[in-house]
């Protein structure tokens, strides 16, 4: 009949046997060993005492010395040897290790217990055991009580009789001064000393025994005394060796010296034998862990992957022969179970080296997704990670290293891209604030940075475009554009490589580049399972919403109440969450957003105070660079299969447009009412002397301005998607508002200038020097610049300004005329007034004897007026020189003709009709080179005038004279040539070119 684990633990515990089925009496070699103790034990009787001959319980038994099996501790198995033995471990061999599973012996190791005898419990069963363990030591804690108390006494009085008789074994043949008082059995001295007695030996167990008893051996002592304590329980006679301590120390010493070199050299010999046999017979194994690392230095992954394989199969043939024994009941050979150990330790080794190596191939695989070295080029970065995939691969790791990159490629982009969205919003209202917070610049200086890029094309626009602190915030906004949807160094581009490559490893395009290993090896992670590649393209679509509704919030969203609304809701993650890079200003953090009532406080991109010349450049950079990303990411594969993914780059890149031309044009407009004034530095042109630098300034302004805002409104410069454009038309309301704005500068712009002409400036020319400049300006504006700048908006925008055009032509012929007449007016009235009253003077009248020989002072003093005019608008405006003489002789001629009218008595004689004809003549000769229709007109409506006063035999009379008249007046005009030349040399001048 089978017996049972708790029957076979008590006959090996009845018997002393290791097994129950032994093959030799265990008698046999206990009664050897204990004839060699009764021989030995014969030979000392003489010479020990009898009462030494009993060796004590510590002698007898060792300390460790315990049953060689008990049950569980724990309560879940009867035999602790049974449940060893089949765990395949045999402690009926070595009574040390068995010792350390024995819960009574010392040895005891709770570690190794646990982790033999329960390792495969769980913690719920664990819990139990400990439940049951807290039982038992409870009930044998109160049975041991119970035990003590109620033989109190009697331990305590056997104790006693015990001490008291070593105490007198000890100290037999001693002098009685030196002897303890014996303590008396139930005495009442001694009842009364029990409990210091008891208390005193508790300390330990051996206090009498530490006492040898030195002094009784001392050099004085008597020799009588010595005699009779040689036979007293001292340190040396109660173990009985005293007599052969010294000779076997002598043997001991020699014998060392003769045989333990042998002794020695043998047993290491046959320990070297030992060793070199297994390094022989198990050498490709205990090579394996040293290959391995030589092959993860040299960075082998196929050697790595090849010696890995090798690793598993010794470990699998190893398990095959711990199961086959296992199975069939077998005890493990000893080669078998030396095979076992060296390939455990091998396959630790090796475990422990490649799992390391991929941990460290999964970092490098994460740190893959920083920036790439600028050392490395686009085909090596892709090189090196691709052969990380694919040493994964080979080396059969759990999880899908495909999927495991492009999944925390996929995690890196959209933390990135909310950190850096986060980082550009929160910087540009903090620099869009502190520009706020600012008092209002000086118009007149930021005229200057207008007036510094008038030579400058719109594509060199430099930084002195605007302020430092404005250009400041454009730049941070173009890094920040940059950075985000820049195709080639932005996360646009990013989001692109992510979503081909791993289109390429779902189509299965990127696997090729593997080595062939990967293919033999069989791996189930080659490929993409459907859901991983569904998850892929969803995360691909999630990145490329991400990027257009960060770029939305940042050009359609208002600035933000409180800068805390900017940050993300998000918590930070596993793998740990960027750091944000912002600094808020030290001495005021908070930057509270100022209500000042401008309009550019409702956009977030437009820094306050900024000018449409720099404002326009980077804006049109901007829409450029968003237009070019809208269309890269409109031509990849996912989004073009998603039709609203397309639809919302499409209407990103036309709410953007909307939203920046909208800010243009109250920039344009601003810079048009207020800055284009501050042009006119009163500066001549280099080109043409006759205007200063204020009309070609304003023209290179318009044309960079114009050139931006035609880049705005068509996004020219972006490159367009074939298969999908995101870019569309401008919308009507976009070009109605590019087309007012530029018609309304013109006409802000024209009457700045007039307003500079007529305010007093700080400039050191009179208001008639600043009314001619204007003039000559407005001229040069009318002839050149504004037909020019017509031709460039509507051959930019497709468009015919024809109503714009005479209405601007209608509007600059009013200012001019305006202009000439608030210059001209007051020249006219001075001349006028000094005509009539010179007509109108009783001095004018010549004697009737005499004939007139010379005009009247009035003519010279009208003649040097209009020459001092003369002077002032050549060497002001020589354009305008014909024009203004000829208006002001018109204006002469009609105040002689009301002269004449209006002089009493009406009537004239001959000698006054010759006068007011020399007046006359005199005056229209002299100003000959400036006579228009008009003034002949007037001139033939004086002499009527004259003649309707004069009698008709003065007239008749007057015939006659007109010879003599002609000489006096060519002497005249001879004698005055050197006053008058100016007249006439403007007709030479005006000739010069003809020739």
């Keep these: 009949m089978p017996v049972s684990a708790d029957q076979e633990r008590r006959l090996l515990n009845h018997y002393g046997i290791s097994t129950i089925y032994p093959e030799a009496w265990p008698g046999q070699e206990e009664a050897e060993f204990g004839d060699e103790d009764e021989d030995e034990e014969g030979e000392d009787n003489d010479t ?49 290790l068995c010792n350390r599973f024995m819960l009574s012996s010392t040895s005891f190791s709770p570690a190794l217990y646990l982790a033999q005898v329960h390792r495969d419990d769980s913690s719920e069963e664990l819990l139990r055991g400990l439940d049951f363990l807290s039982r038992s030591i409870a009930q044998k804690s109160a049975s041991l009580k119970v035990l003590v108390e109620s033989n109190f006494e009697r331990f305590v009085k056997a104790k006693t009789t015990i001490d008291h008789v070593y105490t007198e074994m000890r100290n037999q043949g001693a002098p009685d001064a030196s002897t303890t008082t014996t303590p008396q059995l139930g005495g009442g001295s001694h009842v009364g000393n029990r409990r210091s007695h008891i ?37 040396e006679s109660e173990y009985g060796v005293l007599g052969i301590r010294a000779p076997l120390q002598e043997i001991i010493i020699q014998s060392g010296d003769v045989w333990g070199q042998v002794l020695g050299g043998k047993e290491r010999g046959e320990t070297a034998a030992q060793a070199l046999g297994a390094l022989e017979q198990y050498r490709e194994i205990f090579r394996l862990p040293s290959d391995v690392s030589e092959a993860v230095k040299a960075k082998n992954y196929e050697g790595v992957a090849r010696l890995w394989k090798s690793a598993q199969s010794y470990a699998a043939r190893a398990q095959s022969i711990s199961e086959n024994a296992k199975a069939g ?103 869009r604030r502190s520009l706020a917070m600012d008092n209002r610049p000086d118009p007149s200086s930021l005229a200057r940075y207008l007036s510094k890029n008038s030579q400058t094309r719109s594509m060199n626009l430099g930084r002195d475009a605007d302020a430092p602190a404005v250009i400041k915030f454009w730049e941070k906004l173009d890094a920040a554009l940059q950075s985000m949807f820049s195709t080639r160094d932005g996360l646009l581009g990013e989001v692109k490589d992510f979503w081909e490559l791993a289109s390429s490893f779902i189509d299965g395009r990127a696997q090729k580049s593997f080595l062939a290993s990967n293919f033999a090896s069989d791996s189930e992670h080659l490929t993409l399972n459907a859901g991983d590649a569904d998850k892929l393209k969803m995360g691909t679509l999630e990145l490329v919403h991400q990027l257009r509704n960060g770029i939305h919030k940042i050009f359609c969203e208002k600035p933000a109440e409180d800068l805390k609304d900017l940050y993300g809701p998000g918590e930070p993650n596993a793998n740990g969450r960027l750091k944000r890079t912002l600094t808020l200003h030290a001495e005021n953090p908070s930057l509270k957003s100022p209500k000042k009532g401008e309009q550019w406080e409702a956009f977030a991109f437009w820094p306050p105070y900024s000018n449409a010349l720099s404002g326009s450049h980077y804006l049109a950079k901007t829409l450029t660079l968003i237009g070019t990303g809208a269309g890269n990411l409109s031509g990849l594969s996912v989004v073009q299969n998603t039709p609203e993914s397309a639809e919302s780059l499409r209407s990103l890149v036309a709410t953007v447009r909307e939203r920046c031309v909208a800010a243009l044009i109250i920039a344009w407009t601003a810079d048009a009412g207020e800055r284009c004034r501050g042009l006119e530095m009163w500066q001549r042109s280099p080109n043409r002397r006759d205007v200063t630098t204020m009309p070609d300034a304003f023209m290179k302004y318009q044309e960079n301005v114009l050139a931006n805002a035609q880049k705005l409104a068509y996004v020219s410069d972006a490159s367009a998607n074939a298969s999908y454009n995101v870019i ?22 024209l009457g700045g200038m007039v307003e500079n002409a007529e305010n007093a400036a700080s400039t050191d020319y009179s208001q008639n020097i600043r009314a001619l400049v204007v003039l000559s300006n407005l001229a040069y504006l009318r002839s050149d610049i504004i037909p020019k700048l017509i031709s460039v908006f509507e051959s930019s925008f497709s468009v015919k300004l024809t109503d714009e055009n005479k209405t601007i032509r209608d509007v600059l012929s009013q200012i001019e005329s305006r202009e000439f007449q608030a210059y001209a007016k007051p020249i006219s009235e001075r001349l006028a007034a000094i005509i009539i009253q010179g007509v109108h003077s009783p001095t004018w009248t010549p004697r009737e004897d005499l004939k007139p020989s010379d005009v009247r002072p009035y003519v010279y003093d009208v003649l040097l007026g209009l020459v001092l005019v003369h002077s002032e608008v050549s060497t002001t405006a020589p354009g305008l020189t014909q024009m203004i003489i000829s208006h002001l002789l018109e204006q002469v001629s009609t105040a002689l003709l009301t002269a004449f009218n209006t002089r009493q008595p009406p009537g004239l004689t001959l000698s006054s009709l010759m006068q007011a004809t020399l007046d006359v003549e005199f005056i229209a000769q002299t100003l000959n080179n400036f006579n228009n229709e008009r003034v002949t007109e007037i001139q033939g409506q004086i002499y009527i005038c004259l003649d309707e006063r004069t009698p008709a035999d003065a007239r008749r009379r007057l015939q006659g004279e007109l010879p003599e008249m002609k000489g006096v007046l060519k002497r005249l005009r001879e004698s005055t040539k050197g006053e008058f030349g100016c007249f006439r040399r403007e007709r030479k001048s005006r000739q010069a070119p003809a020739k």
């Design 728 to 749: 569309v038309p401008p919308s009507t309301k976009v070009l109605q508002g590019i087309r007012s704005c530029f018609v309304t500068s013109l006409y802000k712009t």
């Design 199 to 235: 208390r005193h030996t508790s300390k330990t167990h051996s206090h009498f025994r530490n006492m040898s008893g030195a002094g009784v051996f001392a050099a004085g002592a008597p020799n009588g005394v010595a005699d009779k304590r040689k036979n007293a329980l001292t340190k």
């Design 329 to 431: 009941g077998n005890t493990l050979t000893d080669s078998e179970v030396q095979e076992i150990l060296v390939t455990a330790k091998m396959w630790h080794d090796v475990s422990a080296q490649i799992n390391a190596f991929k941990r460290h191939i999964r970092q490098q695989l994460k740190h893959s997704h920083g920036k790439k070295s600028a050392a490395l080029s686009d085909e090596a970065h892709r090189e090196e990670y691709m052969e990380l995939i694919s040493a994964l691969l080979m080396l059969a790791d759990d999880e899908n290293p495909i999927w495991e990159w492009l999944h925390s490629r996929y995690c890196f982009l959209k933390e990135r891209i909310e950190q850096i969205l986060e980082q550009t919003r929160v910087e540009m209202e903090v620099l």
């Design 48 to 96: 020990i005492p009898a009462a030494a001959t009993v060796r004590p319980v510590s002698e007898q038994v060792s300390p460790n010395a315990v049953h060689k099996d008990e049950p569980d501790a724990l309560g879940f198995v009867p035999s602790v040897a049974s449940e060893l033995r089949r765990r395949g471990l045999a402690v009926e061999d070595d009574l040390r």
